[in-house]
């Protein structure tokens, strides 16, 4: 029992002590709390005012660019007017059109070491530069078209063309080579086409757009076009093939 009473005793002591590192421990972190609080709080007024410093420092930057302006174009007309001053008291002429034309340049070189017209010229330069390339790509684009023309005079017997029936009408194809034959052209394959056509149609493989127009010409078919992929496994490597449709399918003979 004596045991007990003296366990009891140091146990209350050891609680007495713990309370009170515990509240010592409470009041310095209720300090700490109350600061973050407090910074916390200020956080929006600091905000404005960074951004208040900013436009501050921002409009003083384009005051002083404006007044950099000014007094640039006060300089020269400042120059601008003792020359012409001079020249009045010396009894020389007014400037000659070369000399302002000179005046002109250089100002408008001077004008050019600024950023807002460097980033002009090089808006320009892009723009100069991408219509150059068009013109390139187009040149080559166009030059089957140009061909057209140079290759005017080409034999047909130098045209190899394939007849292919668009049709479900038997025998068309081989009725229709008979017809480039007879137009002194190069006759290649004459089978079936793998899908049907309603309008005859002359196609061409890539690079062979003149030979195409001068067939479509000689068998007065007015429709021209690349060779797509299905046409072109039929027509037996030819560069021309002519599809005849069902337009034709009875005028053909």
Do not use: C
Not at 94 to 109: A, D, Q
Not at 171 to 186: I, N, P, S
Not at 199 to 219: C, I, N, Q, T, Y
């Amino acid at each position: 029992m004596q045991v007990i009473k003296e366990i009891g005793a140091f146990a209350g002591l050891a609680s007495f002590v713990g309370l009170a590192v515990l509240a010592m421990l409470a009041f310095s972190q209720a300090r700490d709390i109350r600061r973050l609080r407090e910074w916390a709080g200020s956080a929006p007024e600091r905000d404005a005012e960074r951004k208040e410093s900013t436009s501050a420092v921002a409009a003083k930057r384009a005051e002083e660019l404006r007044a950099l302006e000014q007094a640039r174009t006060t300089e020269r007309e400042a120059i601008d007017h003792r020359e012409e001053r001079r020249r009045r008291e010396a009894g020389l002429p007014e400037l000659t059109r070369g000399e302002r034309l000179r005046e002109s340049l250089s100002s408008f070189g001077s004008r050019l070491a600024e950023p807002r017209y460097l980033a002009a010229v090089f808006v320009v330069v892009l723009a100069v530069a991408g219509g150059a390339v068009y013109l390139v790509t187009q040149g080559s684009d166009n030059a089957n078209g140009k061909g057209a023309h140079g290759k005017a005079t080409l034999k047909p017997g130098e045209i190899e063309v394939t007849v292919l029936n668009g049709t479900a009408v038997p025998g068309l194809a081989a009725t229709y080579g008979d017809k480039v034959q007879r137009k002194g052209f190069q006759l290649g394959a004459v089978t079936n086409s793998s899908s049907s056509f309603v309008d005859s149609v002359v196609m061409f493989e890539r690079g062979h757009a003149p030979e195409a127009r001068h067939v479509a010409a000689a068998l007065g078919i007015s429709k021209v076009r690349l060779m797509s992929a299905d046409i072109s496994s039929v027509s037996g490597g030819a560069p021309v093939s002519v599809i005849v449709g069902e337009e034709d399918a009875s005028t053909t003979g």
